[in-house]
């Protein structure tokens, strides 16, 4: 693997950075407010909207010209402080980033109200329109919006940057009941009965704008937080989350500082959510595999609140820097799990990430591997930032974090500088540049400041930011909890080679392990050195795919039990590709499937086609290519 330093920033540039995956001039408006009306159409799948900016050029001599980003959208009519604008252009489409709209803009910089009506369109990527048949209740049909990486763009003309941020007041207006990424306000008189109005007072950036409307339920899991869903499934969302959720919130509170958002909720959506969660302000949305009857995928909740602090509150300029935003989540995300479980767990979490991890550098082919496996990748080249996306940012970023942590001197030393640097970056976007200088500037603050800037010193912080691969640094975590599935998955591994009698082995050899314990068992079976009668039997003994009802465990099963030839499994797996449309496990899903029966799983991606939102249908397309 190259160790070449590629793309080491040059020291005279300004941060934050320049997000290169916008096409606007962001840079040269200051925006104060955002008011977003929709109106939902069912019966034609489109959303009539009409958006208000409150917006003021930084240098009037120097602006001329209002540039948005749109994606598929249809411009109506353009006012400027009510006066009509004819003359603007909407640019030819570019396949990754859409449409340029250009409005002539006044030479002031005093604030203007700039009103846009428009409509989406059939080839919108930020919403899936579900038919009632696709739903739970199938009563009525379901709309929810996925807007991260740069899909706001085609939900509404924006500056669709997260260097952008503004309060927002959202209007929805539906025949079913709707929620937005804010706080609900009371309705007020006069109101129309089919409009929600929600208003999110904390600046946020565009790929935090989020609405769903469908049959939705809420029932509360915390004194500041309910769960929605469609009614069938309301009570056992409610059960899945109400133990956790609320403890979470404070466990967080005590590692960053109080929580500012006021109500933390879960939307609980219909299979095809193409993520495990969504940290949309207010609203969490949540893919419905995570209600597993067994509480054992909140660390998905944990992680989605921790986002309320780490991206939500200070978030990456741009995409480039996206380990700003994941890494310091999973950071959060596993101090929580270790303050609210145990030390122990933080650490099993942190052994299953580096797995993660080392999977999916390994599966990267040589060029991604190159550009993505990097911390800061380089998106200069107009790649699209869903193409970018993988375990990295989120696995390497945790990695120099906790990296940071031991060299500084452990949780004592480093736990004051996270309300620090989460309070000097709230409400704002910054660079890893940044990021860096704060610590530096934290520490070198301290008592004994200038052994903590040696420690820094010490630091290879361009292998860290740009070296392709694996980190730098292989760390020590504490496998007290991984070693029992380690030498069960040991003793597997050998059957074959040793002859061992396999009534060795018995269903308790796994009693009372977590999701994440089998979840380790099974990510360390070799299907070089089982047979696939010796991954049968396992699971006969084990019961792996009769009592999982974990989507992250019956995914490590089909890896192994398809790398091991297990014929009867493919069915299984194209069936289990039917009912999930989680992206994390639809993609693995399918290249496993493509590999030993290609015409089983492009039928299966075909009959599918409808079923799985546009970005996981685009994307599988690409992996099936
Ligand atoms: N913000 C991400 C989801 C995302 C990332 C959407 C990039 C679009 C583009 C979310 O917080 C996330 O990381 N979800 C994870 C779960 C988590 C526990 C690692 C997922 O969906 O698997
Ligand atoms: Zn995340």
Redesign the pocket.
């Known amino acids: 693997m190259s160790s070449t330093v590629v793309n080491a920033r040059a020291a005279a540039v300004v941060s934050p950075e320049a997000d290169p995956s916008t096409l606007s001039n962001y840079r040269e408006f200051q925006l104060s407010h955002t008011t977003l009306n929709l109106k939902v159409s069912w019966s034609q799948k489109i959303l009539d909207g009409k958006v208000d900016f409150i917006i003021r050029a930084r240098d009037a001599s120097q602006t001329s010209q209002l540039i948005l980003d749109t994606s598929y959208l249809k411009i109506k009519s353009i006012k400027i402080d009510d006066r009509p604008v004819a003359n603007y252009t909407l640019s030819e489409r570019d396949t990754v980033f859409g449409s340029k709209l250009s409005i002539p803009y006044p030479a002031t910089t005093k604030e203007s109200q700039v009103s846009i009506e428009y409509a989406t369109t059939k080839a919108c990527t930020a919403l899936q329109w579900l038919e009632p048949a696709q739903t739970e209740g199938k009563q009525a049909p379901y709309l929810f919006s996925?807007c991260?990486?740069i899909h706001a763009r085609s939900l509404f003309p924006c500056f669709d940057t997260p260097s952008v941020k503004s309060p927002y007041k959202f209007i929805v207006d539906s025949e079913h009941a709707s929620v937005a990424s804010g706080n609900p306000i009371e309705p007020i008189e006069g109101q129309s009965l089919t409009e929600t109005v929600t208003v999110q007072e904390i600046p946020i950036p565009s790929y935090l704008v989020a609405i769903a409307s469908g049959d939705l339920a809420k029932a509360p899991i915390g004194p500041r937080s309910h769960v929605y869903s469609e009614p069938p499934s309301l009570n056992a969302c409610q059960h899945e989350f109400c133990a956790d959720t609320e403890g979470f919130i404070q466990a967080a509170e005590k590692i960053v500082f109080p929580y500012d958002w006021k109500t933390y909720n879960v939307l609980v959506l219909p299979p095809s959510f193409p993520?495990?969660?969504?940290?949309n302000p207010n609203i969490t949305f949540a893919?419905p595999t995570l209600i597993s009857g067994d509480r054992q995928n909140v660390?998905?909740i944990a992680?989605?609140l921790a986002?309320s602090w780490s991206?939500n509150l200070v978030t990456n300029c741009s995409w480039e820097h996206f380990w700003l935003?994941?890494g310091w989540?999973?950071y959060l995300?596993r101090r929580i799990i270790g303050a609210v479980h145990g030390e122990l767990h933080r650490h099993l979490g942190a052994i299953i990430g580096w797995h993660d991890l080392e999977e999916s550098i390994k599966s990267m082919p040589p060029t991604s591997r190159d550009a993505y496996s990097r911390l800061i990748v380089d998106l200069k080249d107009s790649s699209d930032?869903?193409d970018a996306?993988s375990t990295v940012p989120?696995e390497k970023g945790f990695n120099l974090l906790f990296y940071l942590e031991n060299l500084l001197g452990g949780k004592p030393v480093f736990d004051p500088f996270i309300p620090y640097y989460f309070s000097k970056y709230r409400t704002k976007s910054l660079d890893s540049y940044e990021f860096k200088a704060t610590l530096y500037e934290y520490f070198a603050n301290v008592e004994g400041g200038e052994n903590f800037v040696a420690k820094l010193d010490s630091v290879d912080w361009d292998t860290w930011f740009y070296t392709p691969g694996m980190p730098p640094i292989t760390p020590n975590f504490d496998s007290t909890l991984a070693d029992n599935c380690f030498a069960l998955a040991d003793r597997w591994n050998a059957v074959d080679s040793t002859k061992t009698d396999i009534s060795e082995f018995v269903s308790a050899d796994i009693e009372g392990w977590t999701s994440t314990q089998i979840g380790i068992f099974l990510d360390k079976l070799s299907a070089s050195s089982m047979s696939s009668a010796t991954v049968l039997a396992m699971n006969d003994i084990y019961h792996i795919t009769k009592s999982a009802t974990n989507a992250e465990v019956i995914s490590r099963w089909y890896r192994l039990a398809v790398e091991a030839r297990v014929e009867s499994q493919y069915e299984l797996l194209a069936e289990f590709l039917s009912t999930v449309g989680?992206m994390?496990f639809v993609r693995p899903g399918y290249r496993l499937l493509k590999d030993v029966d290609a015409k089983l799983a492009k039928n299966t991606f075909e009959k599918n086609r409808d079923f799985y939102h546009p970005i996981c249908r685009a994307m599988v397309e690409k992996d099936l290519a």
């Not at 993520?275 to 940290?279: K, Q, V």
């Open positions: 996925q991260q990486a993520y495990g969660g969504m940290e893919t660390a998905v992680h989605e986002h991206g935003n994941e989540c999973v995300e930032p869903d996306f989120y989680r994390k």
